[in-house]
């Protein structure tokens, strides 16, 4: 579900401690920071309208194992079919299933939406209830439900929450952007990176944003 007339404050600049925290913890992320002074690791929401926890899931659930560009191409075709805008978790449920297959989601992703939907509606998940977990509490309730795993959960944490401390271990773009930057000859593994991602806590989420940045600008 969004909300359209909700003003939406421009996304923050880094912040300073944050920021300083990983310059001095990693001599790779220095560079970076030092490149995008201004950088603002939320900017790229602003091309969004503003989402609720269930509308961030249905993101979350359409781009595994997808590519942003196909990821947005099924939103899109989810939201006209929904009159220009993702569905509440009602108009999900009473929706047939074959108007999420002609989006181009698969049989198996469209059951869990509805199966994230039936628990939005019964009162299992909620947007307050979800801020009021701890990391660890929102992966287990989200984990609980068939198809979504530890990268869609993170996911959830990272754009929904704005949580601080969150690592994206099974993300190829960002295990690509690792490999490149810290010199890997192969693609890192999860124990490499958690190895890795060790220094920068408790500041992931932002080194996170800023090896984003540098794979996709190139």
Do not use: C
């Not at 690592?167 to 000859?185: E, K, M, P």
């Amino acid at each position: 579900m969004t909300d359209d007339t909700r003003p939406r404050k421009p996304a923050a600049v880094a912040d300073p401690k944050a920021r300083e925290f990983l310059r001095n913890a990693d001599p790779v992320l220095a560079q970076l920071i030092d490149a995008r002074p201004d950088f603002r690791p939320r900017a790229w929401m602003d091309e969004l309208p503003p989402l609720d926890a269930f509308a961030t899931l249905i993101f979350q659930v359409v781009g595994q194992q997808l590519s942003v560009a196909a990821t947005r191409t099924i939103v899109s075709r989810i939201e006209e079919r929904f009159g220009g805008r993702l569905p509440t978790p009602a108009e999900l449920l009473a929706a047939d299933p074959q108007v999420l297959r002609s989006a181009g989601l698969s049989a198996r992703k469209g059951a869990t939406l509805r199966a994230l939907a039936e628990r939005f509606v019964d009162g299992r998940l909620s947007d307050d209830a979800l801020a009021g977990m701890t990391d660890d509490e929102v992966e287990a309730a989200l984990t609980e439900v068939p198809g979504i795993g530890p990268w869609s959960a993170h996911g959830f944490l990272l754009v929904a929450l704005d949580r601080p401390d969150v690592f994206l271990t099974g993300d190829i773009a960002l295990r690509r952007a690792i490999q490149r930057l810290y010199g890997f000859d192969h693609v890192p593994t999860p124990d490499e990176l958690i190895e890795l991602s060790d220094r920068w806590r408790p500041y992931r989420s932002l080194a996170v944003s800023y090896l984003f940045a540098s794979e996709y600008a190139g």
